[in-house]
């Protein structure tokens, strides 16, 4: 998305003023499908972790994200709360 918009921004300087806002347009039209692009991938993901019953039991959202680390601390990304059961310790 960054480098489209690079690029759009070059031919904007680049173009001269009458075929500036066609390419204006083009720009919007294209980040706009990007935008929504990035908005399906992260609604898949919501949807894959609802079907699959990976969500959250204290705020219903979902476990998944990428960079969470969920998998290893156990800890909800959104509300932090921990997630993994409590294990009673046997009495000694
Ligand atoms: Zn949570």
Do not use: W
Request: aromatic letters at 8%; a positive charge.
């Amino acid at each position: 998305m960054l480098l489209t918009l690079l690029i759009c921004f070059l031919l904007l300087v680049l173009v001269s003023q009458h075929h500036r806002s066609l390419l204006f347009a083009g720009l919007v039209v294209i980040v706009l499908i990007e935008a929504y692009g990035l908005y399906r991938i992260v609604q898949h993901d919501y949807d894959l972790c609802r079907d699959l019953g990976y969500i959250c039991p204290f705020c219903q959202k979902p476990l998944y994200e990428a960079r969470a680390g969920t998998h290893l601390n156990g800890l909800c990304p959104k509300c932090g709360k921990s997630i993994l059961p409590v294990t009673q310790q046997a009495p000694c």
